[in-house]
């Protein structure tokens, strides 16, 4: 049974929460396709912490806890994943958080499967769920993300074919693989800070990349 957010648990809480944003598309028929990965690690996150996804909130399916006392908020928008910033915005703004305190975790195509990466910013790179993201962030980037690489579609197929596929059972490894890395890095994060672990994180992914490739 789903719930309504009817007040901020962390309005006297001294450090500001973190907001984990997970993009995907709602629905049984989107469950376990490449572009749901972003659904996919909130999940994880959330299980990992004990936290129940049972409320709706600014169009999401959110849950919010701590670890240690770091609090964080997570959200999987329910809009579909073009439409992702009419979630992703009004809850920055609800909680009054600066975009520093915000990342989006998605699917990338420019990433081999199951590689990850933590960034800063940066653009949206053809991925029309960041691209809402930025517009309803009034053209502002400078949030995090963490990204998911799920590769490239074969042959001359067509992207958004390849994006609503599930995964074969390789692929499908590497991201079961991948998802407990990421939750890891957003433990770091919460506990260390994004630069921190950024450069640690980023670093071994850097040489998963390499084992890939030679795979």
């Known amino acids: 049974m789903l719930h309504r957010v009817s007040r901020c648990c962390f309005c006297t809480a001294v450090a500001?929460?973190?907001l984990f944003v997970g993009l995907g598309n709602p629905g049984e028929k989107f469950k376990g396709t490449r572009h749901n990965v972003g659904f996919d690690m909130i999940d994880a996150f959330a299980e990992s912490q004990g936290v129940l996804m049972n409320t709706v909130h600014c169009k999401a399916i959110f849950?919010?806890?701590f670890v240690g006392e770091a609090p964080f908020l997570l959200a999987?928008?329910?809009t579909y994943m073009n439409l992702s910033g009419e979630s992703t915005g009004p809850l920055a703004a609800y909680y009054k958080l600066p975009l520093n305190r915000v990342i989006v975790v998605h699917d990338d195509m420019d990433l081999p499967c199951g590689v990850l990466r933590l960034q800063h910013k940066g653009g949206h790179g053809r991925h029309n769920g960041l691209k809402s993201v930025i517009y309803h962030f009034r053209g502002n980037r400078e949030f995090a993300r963490l990204r998911i690489g799920i590769g490239r579609p074969p042959?001359?197929?067509d992207p958004k074919a390849f994006l609503l596929q599930k995964f074969n059972a390789t692929f499908r490894e590497r991201i079961?693989?991948?998802?407990?890395?990421?939750?890891g890095a957003l433990k770091c994060l919460l506990s260390k800070g994004l630069k921190d672990c950024a450069t640690h994180f980023n670093q071994e992914q850097k040489y998963k990349h390499l084992r890939s490739e030679h795979a």
């Open 63 to 65: 849950g919010e806890g």
């Open 16 to 18: 500001r929460p973190w």
């Open 76 to 78: 999987k928008p329910q």
């Open 155 to 157: 042959g001359q197929m």
């Open 176 to 183: 079961d693989t991948a998802i407990p890395e990421g939750v």
